[in-house]
C-alpha cells in the first residue's frame, strides 16, 4: 500500500471517532443503560486515539498506551454485553472474564511481550473473546425471538462492529509483530486496520443514534 | 532475496487471512439478520393463525350454543307441545254429564298423556344436563349415559373407567359433553353396532379412547369448513380444559378419537 494512502486512511480512522463522540454529547441523556455504556466506552477510545498519536509525533513509543487501552476496551466491551447476555450466561461468567483477561494482560505487557512491544497475545485474546460474545448475541436473540425491531437495538449495531473489526483485524494483530522489520508491509497492514477500525466507529455511532424500543 | 522471500509467506497468508476472516464475518452477519426476521415472520403467522383458530373456535361453541337452543326448542315445542295440547283436548271432554265408563276413559288418556310428557321432560331434562354428573361424578354419569343409548338403539358400549382419576366439575361436563357429541356422531352417520370408550391414567397423564366401529370416513382430507358443528364442537371443548385431540378415521375403518391431558398433582408433601 502507497505510504501516503495509507497515512491518510490512518488519520481518518484516528478522526473517524469523533463522529460517536459527537452523537455521545448529543443523545447521553437520551439513551438507556447499554448506550451510557457504549457512550463511556467512546470516550476512553477518544482518549486513547489522542495518547496514541500525540506520542507517535513526539516520535516515541506509543504501544505501552495500546496494551492499556486494549485492558479499558475489554472491559467496557464484557460489562456492555452482559447486561445484553444475561441469562444466556451468569453473572459469574463476565466478572471471571474480566478477571481472567486482567491477570493475562498484566503477564502479556510485562512477561511476555513487554510495554513497549506490540500486545500481540492479549489483543488477539480479546479479539476472539469479543467475537465470541458477540455471536452469543446472535444466537440468544435467535433464540428468544423477543426483539422485533431489530435495527433498534444498540448492542446489534455493536456486535456487528465487533464481529468485522475483530475478525479483519485478528491476522494483523497476531502476525504484526512477526513483520515489523518490514515498514511497506507494517504501513499496508495498519492500512487496512484503520479502514476496520472506521467500521467500528461507524457502528459506536449507530448504537447510540438509535432509539431502543426497550 | 532470502529474506524478502521469507516476508513474502507471512504476508500472503496475512492478507488472505483477513480476506477470509471478513468474509466469514459478513456471511455470519447476513446469515444471522436474513435468519432472524425470517424467524419472526414464522412466528408472527403462527401466533396469527393461533389467533384465528381461538376466534373460530369461539364462534363454533356460539354456533353450537344455538344449535342446541333450537333442538330444545323443537323438543319443546313438538313433543311437549303436541303432548300436552293432547291433554288439554281430553280434559275439555270431561264434564259432569259423562257416563262413568266414558270419564274413566278419558281420565285414563289424560293420565297417559301427562305420564308421556313427564318422561319426555325428564329425557330432555336429562340431555340438558345429567343429574348423575353432579351428584355421582363422571364415571356413573357416562355408565348411566352408554346405558341409556345401549337401551333405545342397536348399539352395545364397552366402557373402563379408571378408579384413579379425579377431574373438576369443569373437566367433567366438557369430557361428558364430548362423549354425547361423538355419540350422537356415530348413531347418526356411522352405522356401528360397538363403541369402545376408556377412561384411564397412564403416567401423570389422562387418556380417554373412544373407538366406533363404523363406516369410517376421511377425516385427513376434510377441510376446516367441511367440518360438521359435532367435531368442531369436540375440539372447541377438549381445547378449553387444555386437552390435545386427535381423531383417527378412514372408510370402513371406523372412528378412532384420544384425548389427553396431563393430570395436576394432587400429592400431599409431608406435614409436622
Known amino acids: 500500500m502507497d505510504r501516503f494512502l495509507a497515512e491518510r486512511l490512518t488519520d481518518f480512522s484516528m478522526y473517524s471517532v469523533i463522529v460517536p463522540t459527537i452523537i455521545v454529547f448529543i443523545k447521553f441523556r437520551f439513551g438507556n443503560d447499554t448506550q451510557k455504556w457504549i457512550s463511556v466506552l467512546v470516550l476512553i477510545t477518544l482518549l486513547g486515539e489522542v495518547l496514541l498519536n500525540v506520542l ?4 516515541d513509543n506509543n504501544l505501552p498506551v495500546l496494551h492499556f487501552f486494549t485492558v479499558c476496551q475489554f472491559v467496557l466491551f464484557v460489562l456492555i454485553f452482559e447486561k445484553a447476555l444475561i441469562p444466556l450466561f451468569p453473572p459469574v461468567f463476565f466478572k471471571s472474564l474480566i478477571i481472567g483477561f486482567l491477570i493475562f494482560a498484566f503477564f502479556d505487557a510485562f512477561l511476555f511481550n513487554g510495554l513497549k512491544n506490540f500486545n500481540s497475545n492479549s489483543r488477539p485474546l480479546s479479539s476472539f473473546i469479543l467475537i465470541f460474545l458477540a455471536l452469543s448475541f446472535f444466537y440468544k436473540t435467535l433464540k ?3 426483539i422485533k425491531y431489530l435495527e433498534k437495538e444498540p448492542v446489534l449495531w455493536l456486535s456487528i462492529g465487533v464481529i468485522l473489526y475483530f475478525s479483519g483485524s485478528l491476522f494483523i494483530f497476531i502476525f504484526t509483530n512477526y513483520v ?3 515498514n511497506e508491509v507494517l504501513l499496508t497492514l495498519w492500512g ?7 467500521v467500528l466507529n461507524l457502528s459506536y455511532s449507530a448504537a447510540l443514534w438509535v432509539k431502543p424500543t426497550h | 532475496m532470502g529474506e524478502t522471500n521469507a516476508l513474502d509467506l507471512p504476508v500472503y497468508l496475512i492478507f488472505f487471512g483477513i480476506m477470509g476472516m471478513l468474509l466469514l464475518a459478513i456471511a455470519v452477519i447476513v446469515f444471522f439478520l436474513v435468519y432472524q426476521k425470517r424467524l419472526f415472520a414464522q412466528r408472527e403467522s403462527i401466533r396469527l393463525m393461533e389467533a384465528a383458530h381461538q376466534k373460530n373456535l369461539l364462534q363454533y361453541s356460539f354456533e353450537a350454543q344455538e344449535a342446541e337452543r333450537k333442538r330444545i326448542a323443537s323438543d319443546l315445542h313438538d313433543d311437549m307441545g303436541s303432548i300436552l295440547s293432547a291433554a288439554r283436548i281430553y280434559l275439555r271432554q270431561l264434564n259432569p254429564d259423562k257416563k262413568t265408563s266414558e270419564y274413566q276413559e278419558i281420565k285414563e288418556e289424560t293420565t297417559e298423556l301427562l305420564d308421556s310428557a313427564i318422561t319426555r321432560l325428564r329425557v330432555i331434562a336429562h340431555n340438558l344436563f345429567p343429574p348423575n354428573l353432579d351428584r355421582f361424578g363422571l364415571k356413573e354419569a357416562c355408565v ?3 346405558g341409556r343409548i345401549e337401551k333405545v338403539n342397536n348399539i352395545k358400549f364397552s366402557l373402563y373407567f379408571d378408579d384413579a382419576l379425579h377431574f373438576d366439575k369443569k373437566e367433567e361436563l366438557a369430557l361428558y359433553r364430548i362423549l354425547q357429541e361423538l355419540t350422537n356422531n ?4 356411522a352405522q356401528a353396532s360397538t363403541i369402545d370408550l376408556v377412561f384411564h391414567k397412564v403416567g401423570g397423564n389422562f387418556k380417554m379412547l373412544y373407538r366406533d366401529n363404523g363406516v369410517g370416513f376421511s377425516y385427513d ?4 369448513e367441511e ?12 381445547n378449553a380444559i387444555g386437552a390435545q385431540l386427535s381423531i383417527m378415521s378412514e372408510p370402513d375403518k371406523g372412528m378412532t378419537v384420544k384425548l389427553s391431558k396431563p393430570l395436576p398433582d394432587y400429592s400431599v408433601t409431608s406435614t409436622s
Not at chain 2, 356415530?186 to 352417520?189: G, I, N
Open chain 1, 56 to 59: 507517535v509525533r513526539y516520535h
Open chain 1, 144 to 146: 428468544e425471538l423477543k
Open chain 1, 180 to 182: 515489523r522489520n518490514s
Open chain 1, 192 to 198: 487496512i486496520h484503520a479502514i476496520f477500525n472506521i
Open chain 2, 144 to 146: 348411566d349415559f352408554c
Open chain 2, 186 to 189: 356415530t348413531l347418526k352417520h
Open chain 2, 221 to 224: 382430507l376434510l377441510k376446516i
Open chain 2, 227 to 238: 367440518k360438521g358443528l359435532g367435531l368442531k364442537t369436540i375440539e372447541s371443548r377438549a
